[in-house]
Each structure stands twice: as structure tokens, then as C-alpha cells.
């Protein structure tokens, strides 16, 4: 894969599915009584690996592209899986079903690639275990492999050192084979799809401020779900119409929930031209339609309560930042760290090998932006989220941009390099 400077972009695109929606639908339409059936699912491989642990534990689920159908058996139709729950390279998947494995009557043991088994884990197994999982990071070291002896949950109230949406829907899941209320209060409020998705499948859940609740042993019953566009893929080419010259992209059926839409708000205070149209609510989400067009962007500071709302967009708000004037501050993300790869780091190298001038902190980085940037040859670290940002910082840049694993971006964005070729000239 070779990107070049491109002199425009132009076109109407539609984005894949919202992968965190995604894994949740198959999740939650396992637990659930009946037939759940999901549209705009997300065809990429760390969704791929939540079906296919849910498969080993006995559900049906026929996948056909962006549809799937899952014949749900209730919060106590999982079977003890025979092998190894392979949770490939996908963080979501392991955590969250942690949530459900520690509700379950018997034992399971989980594992994914080299990134998966160097991700924290303590995260969830102390809380997990408070409330009477027994689980055993194999390696000793709080990473996967990890066994889960489930069963005998009782319900608690857990404060969260960390904003994290998986920790919270581990905690949440887990609470439904409790007998009571069980909650969790975060530190800034992180992503709510597991509020409003299992409240839809007839959970009760509350929310209120940074605190989440469910009430144990609900009837969860199938649903038909319409998956938004993931706000997390759009950002390459908000990013993109933003930076290139002579822009002007409409991005479809972007998922635009308040607790994910940093990354909107975040160009705006740059400088970005975004148009919303359609404001709508599809499945219980916010989606709108965008229109984006090139603009000169400037530095800004990035911290505190935004940060859950853009953690995943930071590596390509990172390159929006090299190409605007003036400084950015992105502080308050230690969470980058422990990503598919050190995010900070990641970034900040390959930021520096095209010529920017990016320097890593304990929590976040500072970019001094503006340095004319020329094509290298793209570390990846293995990490979806570093091929494609840096894609359109060659988008951007002087010469030739390569990776040295461009494929990586299967993990959530299959067709990313079609979508791009189809609108960059
Ligand atoms: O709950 C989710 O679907 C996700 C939560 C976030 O992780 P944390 O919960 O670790 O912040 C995010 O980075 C990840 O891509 C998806
Ligand atoms: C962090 C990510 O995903 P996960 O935690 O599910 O591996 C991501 O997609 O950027």
C-alpha cells in the first residue's frame, strides 16, 4: 500500500458499522431470549472473534456480511466452551465477555495475539473477583491467558479508578446474575452503548451522572438492532477533508452519541468545517449525516472530560495537529499507553519520521504543528489505528507514505484503503 499527496477529495461515502455497537449486539442478543438480528454490523476481525467465542459456547450466529442473526438462549443458555476462547486482538471482546463468563457455572479460559496477552487486565479482574468470579491471569502477570471460574456473583458498587467502557460493561454484565442493584461510578464518564443497548433488550439501567446501575436476572429479550456508522472510522476522513486541499466529503449515518463525539468538537475548536444534517436517533443512538470541506486548521489543548469522548481518535487527531499552526496539548490520556500498541509512542515516532515536531508525555503528547511533513515508510506496531491515521498524514504529505503492515486495519476498517483510493486524487 502506497499513498501519495493527494490534490483533492470529493465524494459521499458511507462508513462500516460501530464496532463497540457491533460487539455488543452479538453479546447481548447471546444472553437474550429469542432472535436478535443486527444490521450494519461490522464485518472486521475483532468483531469476527466475538462471534466466534460465542459460537464455541453454543450460540447460533449466521453472519452474512453487515447482517447477522443470533438465536439468543437467555442470561443461562451458555455452554462450558471446549477450547480456548480466542479473543484475537480485540480488548471489547475480552473484557466485556469477562462480564458474562463470571456469571456462568463453569470454567473458560481466554487468549488472543501477542498485543491482547500485554493488555492490563487487574482493571477487571479485581472487580470481577468482588463480586466472586474466581479468575487466574495464567502468566501471573494480569494480562491474558486469563481462566474464568464463573458463578455466585453477588451485586456491588464499584468506584472505578478508571474511565473505561469495558471495565464498566464488565462490571454492568456481570450484574445481571446478581441478585440487587449493582453499579459502577467512573471517574469521567466513559461511552454508554452498553446503557442504552441492554436497556433496549429490557435491562434495567440507570444512569445518573458518572454512575451506571442494573437490576441482576432481567428477561432479556431478542431485539432488531440498526448499527450507526462507527464516529471512530469517519475521523480518518474528517481528518482527511480537513487537511487536504479542495475538500468536500459527505460522511453518512455517523454515530454521533455525546459520549463519543470528541473528535466533532475537537475540529471545530481547530478550525474544521463541518456541516451536520439529519439529526435523527436510529436503535437509540444519535446519528447524523456530515459534511466536511478543507479549512485551516490551528493548535488547541485536548484534556480532562473529552478525553473518553476521543480516545480512540487521538493518533489521527495527533496528524490533524502537525498539520495545523501553532501548538496542541493532549494531556490526561495515560489510557493510550495501553492500546493495541503505546499509542503515545506510536504516534509520536512516526509523526517524527515524516518531520513533525512531537514530543511524548507521561499522558498525552504536545505538537508543535506546522513543520513541513514529507512520506516515509509507517511503523505500525500492528495497531489499526496507527496505519490509517498516518494514511492521512500521507495524504498531507511531500512524496510517498508506506507501512510495514498495512493489513492491519482488518481489525476494524476492512475496505479503508477503497474508501480512500475512491475520493483522494
Ligand atoms: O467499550 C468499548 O467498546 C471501547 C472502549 C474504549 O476502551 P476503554 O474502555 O479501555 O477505554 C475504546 O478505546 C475501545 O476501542 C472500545
Ligand atoms: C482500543 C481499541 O479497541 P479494543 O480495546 O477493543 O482492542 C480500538 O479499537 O482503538
Redesign the pocket.
Known amino acids: 500500500m502506497e499513498i501519495k499527496k493527494a490534490n483533492h477529495i470529493k465524494g459521499q461515502i458511507h462508513i462500516p458499522g460501530d464496532?463497540?455497537i457491533s460487539?455488543r449486539g452479538v453479546m447481548f442478543g447471546a444472553i437474550a431470549d429469542g432472535t436478535t438480528e443486527l444490521t450494519g454490523f461490522l464485518d472486521g476481525a475483532d468483531c469476527r472473534s466475538t462471534i466466534a467465542c460465542f459460537q464455541k459456547m453454543g450460540i447460533a450466529i449466521k453472519q452474512d456480511a453487515d447482517h447477522v442473526v443470533i438465536q439468543g438462549k437467555g442470561l443461562h443458555g451458555l455452554t462450558e466452551p471446549r477450547n480456548i476462547l480466542d479473543v484475537g486482538n480485540s480488548?471489547?471482546t475480552t473484557?466485556?465477555i469477562s462480564g458474562i463468563l463470571s456469571g456462568c457455572p463453569f470454567t473458560s479460559t481466554l487468549n488472543g495475539d501477542a498485543s491482547i496477552q500485554k493488555r492490563p487486565m487487574q482493571r477487571i479482574i479485581k472487580p470481577l473477583s468482588m463480586m466472586g468470579a474466581r479468575i487466574t491471569s495464567l502468566r501471573g502477570n494480569d494480562c491474558a491467558p486469563l481462566e474464568i471460574k464463573g458463578g455466585d456473583l453477588h451485586a456491588i458498587h464499584y468506584d472505578s479508578p478508571v474511565?473505561?467502557?469495558?471495565?464498566k460493561?464488565a462490571i454492568l454484565l456481570a450484574g445481571l446474575y446478581c441478585d440487587g442493584t449493582t453499579s459502577v461510578t467512573e471517574p469521567v464518564l466513559?461511552?454508554n452503548?452498553t446503557e442504552l443497548m441492554l436497556s433496549g433488550f429490557g435491562a434495567n439501567v440507570t444512569s445518573s451522572g458518572r454512575t451506571a446501575s442494573i437490576e441482576g436476572n432481567p428477561h432479556l429479550v431478542g431485539q432488531k438492532i440498526q448499527i450507526p456508522g462507527d464516529i471512530?472510522s469517519a475521523a480518518y476522513f474528517i481528518a482527511a477533508a480537513s487537511i487536504v486541499p479542495n475538500a468536500e466529503l459527505m460522511i453518512y449515518n455517523v454515530n454521533c452519541n455525546p459520549t463519543r463525539d470528541g473528535i466533532l468538537k475537537v475540529a471545530e475548536q481547530m478550525g474544521a468545517d463541518i456541516t451536520y444534517e439529519n439529526r435523527r436517533k436510529v436503535s437509540g443512538e444519535e446519528v447524523c449525516d456530515l459534511i466536511v470541506r478543507s479549512s485551516s486548521l490551528h493548535g488547541t489543548t485536548i484534556e480532562g472530560d473529552l478525553i473518553?469522548t476521543l480516545?480512540?481518535e487521538i493518533p489521527v487527531i495527533a496528524v490533524m495537529a502537525a498539520f495545523a499552526e501553532g501548538d496542541t496539548i493532549i494531556r490526561d490520556a495515560k489510557?493510550l499507553r495501553v492500546?493495541e500498541s503505546d499509542r503515545v509512542t506510536s504516534v509520536v515516532e512516526n509523526l517524527n519520521a515524516m518531520g513533525a515536531d512531537a514530543i511524548g508525555t507521561e499522558d498525552g503528547m504536545i505538537i508543535h504543528g506546522g513543520r513541513s511533513m514529507h512520506g516515509t515508510q509507517i511503523k505500525t506496531y500492528a495497531d489499526h489505528r496507527i496505519a490509517m491515521s498516518f494514511a492521512i498524514a500521507g495524504l498531507a504529505a511531500d512524496g510517498v507514505t508506506t507501512f510495514d503492515d498495512p493489513d492491519c486495519v482488518v481489525i476494524s476498517y476492512p475496505n479503508f484503503y477503497d474508501t480512500l483510493q475512491k475520493i483522494s486524487s
Not at 163 to 167: E, G, H, R, T
Open positions: 464496532k463497540s460487539h480488548g471489547t473484557r466485556l474511565a473505561s467502557a469495558q471495565v460493561s466513559s461511552r452503548h471512530s473518553p480516545i480512540d489510557e492500546k
